[in-house]
Antibody
Framework: EVQLVESGGGLVQPGGSLRLSCAASGFTLRSYWISWVRQAPGKGLEWVANIKQDGSEKNYVESVKGRFTISRDNAKNSMYLQMNSLRVEDTAVYYC????????????WGQGTTVTVS | QSVLTQPPSASGTPGQRVTISCSGSSSNIGRYFVYWYQQLPGTAPKLLIYRNNQRPSGVPDRFSGSKSGTSASLAISGLRSEDEADYYCAAWDDSLSGWVFGGGTKLTVL
């Protein structure tokens, strides 16, 4: 079964750090761009960052630039989101999502991991 | 405030046809494909429409998408109770170098 599973969420104080992981199964992660998308409580979806297949390109939403770092380890079929200098407004469910080739959208999503900054 | 603009709510009765609009600009919808995601309560989003009007396998043909200029819309025909969910449009944005989402539309089946 094609699947993404996030982990690493939790409760952290403002200014603290967390590292989220996203593990792929049922497919080879190295063939895809991967995104992190978050959803604050009761709010809509917000794209956070994405990373190219080989890690050579990374993009971030303005509000996390300089604080969050996206990375991947294709040998482990996993990708990560290092979150530093966390703020209350970073509280959200964080999803990783696979970007299908040829502009076919984010076709596989994880179940999400909850980050609470308080 | 989201870069893409959607109505916060929509509603319809079973069997009806409803449409949800998504308005953007020349740096996103005007230049790139539009995607639609469905999020059922308490679950992760699911890809509903890609490349403006294409349906992934398994998505009923009751769902259709269209795009014109800097706007797009999602149409749901033959509305069913299980369609009650939040719907989000998305597109790549050139000036932001990132994906942008609409604020979401909560669809209620009366």
């Amino acid at each position: 079964e094609v699947q993404l599973v996030e982990s690493g969420g939790g409760l952290v104080q403002p200014g603290g750090s967390l590292r989220l992981s996203c593990a792929a199964s049922g497919f080879t992660l190295r063939s895809y761009w991967i995104s992190w998308v978050r959803q604050a409580p009761g709010k809509g979806l917000e794209w956070v960052a994405n990373i190219k297949q080989d890690g050579s390109e990374k993009n971030y939403v303005e509000s996390v630039k300089g604080r969050f770092t996206i990375s991947r380890d294709n040998a482990k079929n996993s990708m990560y989101l290092q979150m530093n200098s966390l703020r209350v407004e970073d509280t959200a469910v964080y999803y990783c999502a696979r970007e299908a080739p040829e502009s076919s959208g984010m076709d596989v999503w994880g179940q999400g991991t909850t980050v609470t900054v308080s | 405030q989201s870069v893409l603009t959607q109505p916060p709510s929509a509603s319809g009765t079973p069997g009806q046809r409803v449409t949800i609009s998504c308005s953007g600009s020349s740096s996103n919808i005007g230049r790139y494909f539009v995607y639609w995601y469905q999020q059922l309560p308490g679950t992760a989003p699911k890809l509903l429409i890609y490349r403006n009007n294409q349906r992934p396998s398994g998505v009923p043909d009751r769902f259709s998408g269209s795009k014109s200029g800097t706007s797009a819309s999602l149409a749901i025909s033959g509305l069913r109770s299980e369609d009650e969910a939040d719907y989000y449009c998305a597109a790549w944005d050139d000036s932001l170098s990132g994906w942008v989402f609409g604020g979401g539309t909560k669809l209620t089946v009366l």
